[in-house]
C-alpha cells in the first residue's frame, strides 16, 4: 500500500528536496530531531526493512553509498551523524515505506530511546 513518501515521490505534495536519482530521493524531515535530518528513500515501494529481498541487495548498497554523499554534502561527514532504520511498530515506524534517517549537527546519545 502507498504512503505519504510516494505521494512525495510523485510531486503530489511538496518537501524539502535534497537529492534525487533514479532510484532514490532524499529530502528534510518535516519534524526534524536534529539540526540535519533528512529521510532517504527508495522509489521502489518497500514497507519495511522487514520485507527487503536477496533482489534489493544493490539498491540497499546505493542508499548506503548515498547516505554517506548526502553527509557530505551537508558538512556533518566529519563531525559525524547517525543514519536509522526504523523498523516496525517496536522499532518505531510510522510510516510504512522503507527510509533511511540521516541526523547529524549535534551530539547523538546512546542507546536511542
Ligand atoms: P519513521 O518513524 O521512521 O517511520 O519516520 C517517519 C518520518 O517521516 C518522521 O520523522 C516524520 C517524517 N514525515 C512524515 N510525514 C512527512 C511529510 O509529509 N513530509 C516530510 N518531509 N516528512 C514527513
Redesign the pocket.
Known amino acids: 500500500m502507498s504512503s ?1 513518501f510516494t505521494k ?1 515521490i510523485k510531486r503530489e ?1 511538496p ?2 528536496m535534497v537529492y534525487e536519482d533514479d532510484e532514490c530521493i532524499a ?5 526534524p530531531k536534529a539540526p540535519v535530518h533528512i ?1 532517504l528513500v527508495p522509489r521502489k515501494e518497500i514497507p519495511s526493512l522487514a520485507q527487503v529481498t536477496a533482489e534489493d541487495k544493490a539498491l540497499l548498497g546505493h542508499l548506503m553509498v548515498k547516505a554517506s554523499e548526502i553527509a557530505k554534502a551537508e558538512g556533518i561527514s566529519e563531525s559525524g551523524y547517525r543514519v536509522v532504520v ?1 523498523t516496525n511498530k517496536e522499532g ?4 510504512y515505506h522503507l ?1 533511511l ?1 540521516i541526523l547529524g549537527g549535534r551530539q547523538m546519545t546512546w542507546p536511542p530511546g
Do not use: T
Open positions: 505519504i512525495i505534495i518537501a524539502a529530502f528534510r524531515d518535516i519534524d529521510l526504523n518505531g515506524q510510522e510510516v527510509h534517517h
